[in-house]
């Protein structure tokens, strides 16, 4: 069943959340960012160097997708109302194997659902956008039960969170501002030389390109733009991760898949897909196990309940119980 989601109220619930971090979530991003900025920086040293400028992107792929865990993991404990120290950033290395093994199955899968158009590609991300927070939440799962998980969770849901993304649409393009103003001066040179001729040596036109911006050199404007992207990515992915969070527990609650067993919304599968509810004390606030519940007989499954609010008595024959009929 899709849950209607009011992203306004979700902001502005993530908004008073993230003033009560005891940790500055901005100061948290920044961190996060600035050590993938030096990261992507390593990839600089063995440019023309084949070997070592393959090792150093592998490597540096790596360690960004570890420390992306760790900001989500951040943001987790965040919105849990713990306190989450600088060093949950490094948390994500834990997990690091399971989650570099997921984000290339997803990849793979994303390619292969791609070579079809580039529709089915869109959708293949949004259906596994909630696999990397099933991971993190229960390290155990197998990288496949991430993914499906995901799958169930996001159905009816990728159109609802593909209007989140746009919503922050703004601040992506803020922050790549620099960079686009870089790529719009050299298209406009190109467009100039070359014109409107078939023929062209890529030689001779990048001899005339200027790649100065504004008459700044052009490392500059580079470094420029890193600094420019991770100000204003500070002010705002903190926000926009604990919001993405908050999406994924209306997932799991609509879903029933993932949820806690001390969830009041908690449901155990069972007869191939079916869900049970399962039994609940002190009006459904705690998760109450089958072998729990007075009564119960492991042989026959049958027995009496007797709760604060439900009575009833379940026989395996008939299935009638405290929830009154057929579950």
């Not at 979700?10 to 008073?16: G, I, P, S, T």
């Not at 007797?306 to 929830?323: F, L, T």
């Amino acid at each position: 069943m899709t849950e209607r989601i009011d992203r306004r109220v979700y902001k502005a619930r993530v908004r008073e959340l993230l003033e009560t971090a005891q940790v500055s979530p901005r100061r948290m991003a920044a961190l996060w960012l600035g050590l993938k900025a030096i990261l992507s920086l390593l990839n600089y040293i063995g440019n023309g160097t084949n070997i070592l400028y393959v090792f150093l992107m592998v490597l540096t792929l790596m360690l960004s997708v570890a420390l992306d865990a760790g900001f989500v993991l951040y943001c987790m404990t965040v919105r849990r109302g713990e306190r989450a120290e600088y060093l949950t950033l490094f948390d994500g290395f834990s997990v690091a194997g399971k989650v570099i093994l997921l984000t290339l199955v997803e990849w793979l899968f994303v390619a292969l659902w791609s070579m079809l158009f580039i529709i089915p590609g869109i959708i293949a991300l949004y259906r596994y956008r909630f696999a990397l927070y099933n991971l993190l939440e229960n390290p155990e799962l197998g990288v496949m039960d991430a993914l499906s998980m995901s799958k169930r969770q996001t159905y009816g849901l990728k159109g609802q969170i593909f209007l989140l993304d746009l919503s922050y649409l703004g601040w992506g393009l803020l922050a790549a501002l620099p960079d686009l103003l870089y790529r719009y001066n050299i298209q406009v040179q190109v467009q100039g030389i070359v014109g409107g001729s078939l023929y062209w040596n890529l030689q001779d036109v990048l001899n005339y390109v200027n790649p100065d911006v504004f008459g700044i050199p052009w490392m500059a404007w580079e470094a420029l733009s890193a600094v420019w992207a991770l100000v204003v990515s500070m002010y705002y992915r903190a926000h926009y991760q604990c919001v993405e969070l908050a999406y994924f527990d209306t997932a799991k609650r609509a879903s029933g898949v993932g949820l806690a067993p001390d969830s009041d919304d908690y449901q155990t599968p069972y007869d191939g897909g079916n869900n049970y509810p399962a039994p609940y004390d002190d009006g459904g606030e705690r998760y109450q196990s089958a072998e729990s519940v007075d009564g119960y007989d492991g042989n026959d499954r049958s027995g009496s309940y007797d709760g604060n609010e439900h009575s009833g008595s379940y026989d395996g024959n008939d299935r009638s119980g405290p929830y009154g009929g057929e579950p």
